[in-house]
């Protein structure tokens, strides 16, 4: 089982980036699948989550409206699209796969730094 994020990287305040994660090893399309973070001193932070079909999601109140999860089945691959991005943003992210909502993760990436910066 695997689930590799792309590259993140540094963004200004203000700009956006398109994370992606290709999973590989299990059935994609029976996985819901979320998006966690953990800035520097603090806890993990789920950010958002989308279910195996894809018809409903969930995000963390800091980043509705500015971001946006979804999925393509026929290529593994879930995103975050962030928009309008902010300092706070700053941090690690992972992309989680979960057999059902709202539970821990079966399966987790490595891991993507992302920094927001001027």
């Known amino acids: 089982v695997q689930l590799v994020e792309s590259e993140g990287g540094l963004v200004q305040p203000g700009g956006s980036l398109n994370l992606s994660c290709l999973a590989s090893?299990?059935?994609?399309?029976?996985?819901?699948m979320s998006w966690y973070r953990q800035a520097p001193g603090k806890e993990l932070e789920l950010v958002a989550t989308?279910?195996?079909?894809?018809?409903?999601?969930k995000y963390e109140d800091s980043v509705k409206g500015r971001f946006t999860i979804s999925r393509d089945d026929a290529k593994n691959t879930v995103y975050l699209q962030m928009n309008s991005m902010k300092p706070e943003d700053t941090a690690v992210y992972y992309c989680?796969?979960?057999?059902?909502?709202?539970?821990?993760?079966?399966?987790w990436g490595q891991g993507t730094q992302v920094t927001v910066s001027s």
């Open positions: 989680g796969a979960h057999r059902f909502w709202d539970v821990i993760p079966n399966y």
């Open positions: 090893g299990f059935t994609f399309r029976n996985y819901v």
């Open positions: 989308i279910s195996e079909p894809g018809d409903k999601t």
